[in-house]
């Protein structure tokens, strides 16, 4: 079910939240979780019930091989890097498996020219993220950060139902403490009041905002044979305000509804498309994943400590595998080479010691965001080539002819000022919530309903990688 849906609004969250509480306050701690792990999995099964076996092998797995690397099984008599390394392997290969077999074969195909049918298998929901974020509780329990002795626990850190399908990534130590705390044990109305706001805020983003702007950037990169001028800058734009609003409303949504369990996830974007230069864009956007790349991926390569050719290489090939994580295609690996192409190029211009104005340098990094979306958007190299060339093709300026066309800019202009000039919501995370506060909450989660009457409920886009 999807946050936004009434099913998850007016009933799972609700019921899960009172049935939490109502067991917690019968010191059933042991049920609460149980009941919270059950609800989760439920939650995730309501997709399709196929799934549930992935991820309880999974769940199961990686428990056992943790547990092995942290010493807690003293049976498990193997060389603990290995034993990391065969843990790693698994999940690599079950995520691979699912999200990149067709690819390879296609790839197969065309290089050999040969014939392989397809499998057209199924992508399990939100395996690349619970498959990432047991790859970083085996490799934090190889190095000793973690002591699970529980697996209802366990499941309970991976499958809790807020971040469960596209993150925050988090790590075992965010989470499990929490749960554990007694000050977390009974409803706190001020994480209520917290939760209900930053909720709201996300189904505004989502439902008002993201799932306005869907259509026009579909209709540029899937139904449009040609784009003037205008037209791509209008899709590109479209789709670049798409995906923030989207997922930062897909996390401020996780956020809330966490907070109404008194559990605190990080903050996963922050202003994003305020950023003055590539690299405190990645500080901003989608930052438990740039952490998970940085932490298991960048540092373990040797990060800077091995001379600058070596750190150029390093990000290039971080950036290259975020890309592919996203998804299977060529697409995906571009716009991940061009983001690490704009690393190097960032940490090679700091050694220069030159400084642009504040404004050309948002300008560039914008714009340069804005562009490299096109190619993470686009289903073939055509579609983007197709966008690309009408943004940087100065033909058919004649944009007062067009209603529709009219009708969007000025709606990009007032989500780019919210954009630009709006608080983060994140920042509401440590005020203090006044009755200003709540009414604003009511009044955009009231539109947001309201407008959800006279439109199908869309997915969440990052439930697609």
């Known amino acids: 079910m999807l946050f936004n849906s009434y099913e998850f609004i007016f009933i799972f969250l609700p ?13 059933l701690m042991v049920g609460a979780k149980a009941f919270l792990v059950f609800a989760s999995l439920f939650f995730y099964s309501w997709w399709n019930i196929a799934y549930l076996p992935i991820i309880l092998s999974s769940l199961l797995f990686n428990y056992v091989i943790g547990n092995s690397l942290n010493e807690n099984f003293k049976k498990v ?32 195909n065309w290089t050999f020219d040969t014939s392989i049918p397809l499998l057209h298998l199924a992508l399990p929901l939100g395996i690349s993220f619970f498959t990432f974020q047991q790859i970083a509780y085996l490799v934090d329990s190889y190095r000793g950060e973690t002591a699970e002795y529980d697996f209802l626990n366990y499941a309970l850190f ?31 109305y001020k994480n209520i009041a917290l939760g209900l706001f930053i909720f709201s805020v996300g189904l505004f983003k989502k439902v008002v905002i993201a799932d306005s702007l869907s259509g026009w950037a579909a209709a540029g990169f899937d139904s449009a044979a040609t784009l003037s001028f205008p037209e791509a800058w209008a899709t590109s734009l479209s789709y670049t305000f798409q995906l923030y609003f989207d997922f930062s409303g897909y996390t401020d949504m996780a956020i809330g509804a966490a907070l109404l369990f008194n559990i605190k996830l990080p903050i996963n974007f922050y202003s994003p498309y305020k950023s003055l230069d590539i690299q405190d864009f990645w500080r901003r956007w989608h930052i438990t994943l740039s952490r998970f790349l940085k932490d298991y991926i960048y540092i373990p390569l040797g990060g800077n400590r091995k001379g600058s050719v070596r750190t150029y290489t390093n990000l290039l090939t971080t950036f290259i595998i975020g890309g592919i994580w996203h998804g299977a295609g060529w697409t995906f690996v571009f716009w991940g080479f061009l983001h690490g192409m704009a690393l190097v190029i960032h940490r090679f211009w700091n050694t220069l010691g030159i400084t642009l104005p504040k404004v050309l340098a948002w300008f560039i990094t914008f714009n340069f965001v804005n562009i490299a979306w096109v190619f993470f958007r686009a289903k073939e190299w055509d579609d983007a080539i197709k966008v690309l060339k009408g943004m940087f093709t100065l033909s058919f300026l004649n944009i007062t002819s067009n209603d529709t066309l009219l009708v969007i800019y000025a709606s990009l202009f007032i989500i780019f000022m919210i954009v630009i000039l709006a608080k983060n919501s994140s920042d509401y995370l440590t005020e203090k919530l006044t009755m200003k506060h ?3 909450a009511a009044v955009l989660f009231a539109y947001a309903i ?3 009457l006279s439109s199908s409920s869309e997915v969440f886009l990052y439930y697609n990688f």
């Open 158 to 188: 991976v499958t809790f139902f807020p971040q469960l399908i596209a993150g925050p990534i988090v790590h075992h130590a965010e989470m499990m403490p929490q749960f554990a705390s007694r000050w977390n044990l009974a409803k706190n």
């Open 77 to 108: 008599q193997l060389h603990k890097k290995s034993l990391l390394v065969f843990g790693i392997a698994a999940n690599v290969i079950l995520l691979g498996y699912f999200k990149y077999t067709d690819f390879l074969i296609e790839n197969l």
């Open 15 to 27: 019921l899960s939240f009172f049935i939490y509480f109502f067991l917690l306050k019968k010191r």
């Open 438 to 440: 709540m009414i604003m």
């Open 450 to 452: 309201t407008k959800s």
